[in-house]
């Protein structure tokens, strides 16, 4: 697997030595990202400590997000603050499956090298406190690509691990969702009748709205103002009233939607599960 912002390593498939090409904007990247953060030993910020939060199988209505975070007691984690490049060799939990990654090995030139007999084996718990058990190696390696210069993880220690390996697998194969699926999203719209979209996952919310007709943007302001999808205007956005499969909203949106706790960018959303939105009021 490839090592996160050292592009001298390949990719390679479990089990051979065939190789996998790096995209080269992807490569482009992780260069810039490896010589533009020096590697600082006075940023590491460590709090290892015994986490009081576990696993357990979702209901029906819940997300499965929210089912990875809820918690069980005795989960030895360690949490750690560290600038790029980090220097881990991530490999999937379970191949071709979206059941997060462990740590391989740690490479001695990355920050992460001060703790690798801590982290050695250990599950990728969070990143900037986003929950990544339930995702696949390529969203976990975004997840850490797309953080700021220090990257704040967690990990379930190795001898955790093996204890809540099971009831993470409940919990997706319960309530998680694949790319292509069918799923309803429903509108509820004042004074009219609720409108029932038929959509996939991995659809954009925005353009799935759009071509179901409903009125995205309402009023002139909105009409000539919005951005087109770019994310800056805010008029796109609804309040999400019930969802499931769905991941927490990102700091982004939390920080130009803070009037809007319930408040999703639809252009920025691509469907995840099945929904239930309403206009966000402003």
């Not at 209505?61 to 991530?90: E, H, R, W």
């Not at 990654?101 to 490479?107: A, L, Q, S, T």
């Not at 408040?263 to 309403?278: E, H, Y």
Request: with cysteine; net charge negative.
């Amino acid at each position: 697997r490839i090592v996160d912002h050292k592009p001298t390593k390949l990719r390679t498939k479990q089990g051979t030595n065939e190789p996998t090409m790096i995209p080269a904007a992807f490569l482009i990247l992780l260069l810039q990202q490896c010589f533009s953060t020096p590697l600082l030993a006075g940023a590491f910020v460590v709090v290892p400590h015994h986490d009081q939060r576990g696993f357990r199988s979702s209901s029906s209505s819940s997300s499965s997000s929210s089912s990875l975070a809820a918690l069980t007691t005795g989960t030895s984690s360690f949490d750690v603050s560290l600038p790029k490049p980090l220097g881990l060799i991530l490999e999937e939990n379970e191949q071709g499956k979206a059941l997060g990654v462990f740590v391989k090995e740690v490479v001695d030139t990355g920050s992460a090298v001060k703790y690798a007999s801590q982290i050695m084996g250990a599950k990728v718990s969070t990143v900037q406190e986003q929950n990544v058990m339930a995702l696949t190696f390529d969203d976990v390696m975004d997840k850490i690509i797309n953080a700021p210069d220090i990257v704040d993880i967690s990990f379930i220690l190795a001898e955790s691990a093996a204890a809540v390996e099971e009831d993470i697998t409940t919990v997706v194969k319960e309530s998680m969702y694949q790319i292509g699926d069918a799923v309803t999203v429903l509108v509820k719209q004042d004074g009219k009748e609720d409108l029932k979209i038929d959509a996939k996952v991995g659809d954009n919310l925005r353009m799935v709205l759009l071509d179901s007709g409903f009125e995205v943007y309402q009023g002139l302001k909105q009409k000539l103002g919005n951005c087109g999808g770019g994310g800056q205007c805010t008029f796109c956005a609804m309040d999400v009233l019930d969802s499931d499969g769905w991941e927490e909203r990102s700091e982004y949106e939390d920080k130009r939607l803070k009037k809007n706790p319930k408040a999703r960018f639809a252009c920025l959303n691509n469907i995840q599960g099945p929904l239930t939105v309403q206009k966000a009021s402003r």
